[in-house]
């Protein structure tokens, strides 16, 4: 497995020379493996980065729609949707979840701040030596036509987070948390339920990853004892980090002009909050 999620990760280091040459790749000496994936690759964020989520978000950047990833990447896209011990439940007026108590939760947005706030300086320290990238750079192309270092950091800022979030997630709630699970309408009785990942690796093999729209994939879910969704967490990396945080708007489909927030929320009948590198876990807001 973890040479499946080799390309996913972004310490996974540079590729050695003898490995590239034998590749056909042509990287530089400070390229990362995903960079390296990409320039092979271009604009197949899927199949460099394993999620189909962050993989979207590119595909907005660059006003392009990705291709499929290779078997191997959607084995390790599965297999990275988080840790996964029991049913996975969305609350209802009849079964509201148990909260955290206040002290645990304090303990566990501590923890994804420092993850994101570690994430976000990992990655400026490795392309522009600790500074913040500037306006002016965030709007430069980095891969492909249109695909902008504001959207490619933030890609690869999420990658980053990753393993921090579940080291740290897994010392305070293991068994109760996901990182980046899906959830789809169940066609049957039109309610939003949890992926199994059996289930999402079938459509992929079958449908490739545009068999997946209309579903939703939130960076970080809490459960409780019995499975329930309890709250639940996005992360944004803007760029510059002037920008500020804020909620996205869908400008197509069924959830046109909403923002991400009002549909996250209704999907999973908890408060969805921001989490960023300048702001924290950010009060509830539209």
């Not at 390229?31 to 899927?46: A, F």
Request: net charge negative; proline share 6%; with cysteine.
């Amino acid at each position: 497995m973890r040479l499946l999620v080799l390309l996913a990760v972004l310490q996974a280091g540079c590729l050695s020379e003898t490995e590239e040459a034998v590749l056909g790749i042509e990287c530089g000496p400070r390229d990362l493996t995903p960079e390296c994936c990409l320039k092979k690759n271009p604009g197949q964020w899927e199949r460099c980065t394993g999620s189909s989520e962050l993989a979207r978000v590119a595909e907005a950047a660059a006003g392009t729609v990705g291709r499929a990833p290779s078997l191997a990447v959607k084995t390790a896209a599965a297999g990275m949707a988080g840790v996964m011990v029991t049913a996975v439940h969305i609350g209802s007026a009849e079964r509201r979840g148990v909260a955290l108590a206040t002290d645990l939760l304090k303990k566990v947005e501590e923890e994804i701040v420092r993850c994101v706030r570690q994430a976000d300086r990992e990655v400026n320290a490795y392309h522009f030596g600790g500074k913040s990238p500037t306006r002016e750079q965030c709007q430069e192309v980095k891969v492909g036509e249109r695909t902008t270092w504001a959207a490619y950091l933030g890609l690869f800022k999420h990658e980053t987070a990753w393993p921090c979030l579940r080291e740290a997630l897994d010392k305070l709630l293991k068994g109760k948390y996901l990182l980046h699970p899906r959830f789809y309408v169940d066609p049957r009785t039109g309610e939003w339920v949890h992926m199994p990942e059996d289930m999402m690796s079938q459509i992929v093999a079958r449908e490739g990853w545009s068999g997946l729209r209309g579903t939703i994939e939130p960076d970080i879910v809490l459960l409780d004892a019995n499975g329930v969704v309890i709250h639940a967490y996005d992360l944004k990396f803007p760029c510059p980090e002037s920008n500020g945080t804020y909620w996205g708007r869908y400008v197509d489909g069924p959830w046109r002009y909403w923002s991400q927030g009002e549909l996250y929320e209704k999907a999973l009948q908890v408060p969805l909050r921001l989490v960023s590198p300048q702001e924290g876990v950010v009060p509830d807001m539209e």
